[in-house]
């Protein structure tokens, strides 16, 4: 087999999980196209691995191994950020991005800012009765 079959199959996988990660707005689903990209590049590593053994005669196969180490980082990155996820959505009720960076810039309703008319601004009119 040809170097050029599994290199573009994995330009595919890691251009598909590019478009993911930039077009999509549910948080797992961002996960799931992380997930992609790092499994295009896994399928890289091993094909090239392939490539150099098969032209240097080595047996190192350092390719693979990467490959094993990404597949493990892999596997702790996605049960992180799913726990992120699900926490953000117990307490947010949304898992959907813009909404989670609106409310974390301060943009969003219910943030409590003095112009939203939120809890903010009771404290702030509190504060002012005090002094």
Not at 47 to 73: E, P
Request: glycine content about 10%.
């Amino acid at each position: 087999m040809h170097l050029a079959y599994p290199a573009v199959l994995s330009a595919l996988l890691f251009c598909t999980g590019l478009y993911g990660v930039l077009a999509r707005r549910n948080a797992i689903l961002v996960l799931m196209s992380v997930e992609l990209m790092l499994n295009a590049v896994n399928l890289n590593l091993v094909a090239f691995d392939v490539w150099l053994s098969r032209a240097a005669r080595d047996t190192l196969h350092s390719g693979q191994a990467l490959t094993l180490f990404t597949i493990a980082i892999a596997a702790a990155e996605i049960g992180i950020g799913l726990a992120i996820v699900l926490a953000v959505y117990r307490n947010r009720g949304t898992s959907d991005i813009d909404k989670l960076r609106d409310t974390a810039e301060g943009h969003g309703d219910d943030t409590g800012g003095p112009d939203t008319g939120g809890p903010g601004t009771l404290a702030a009119e509190k504060a002012e009765a005090t002094a």
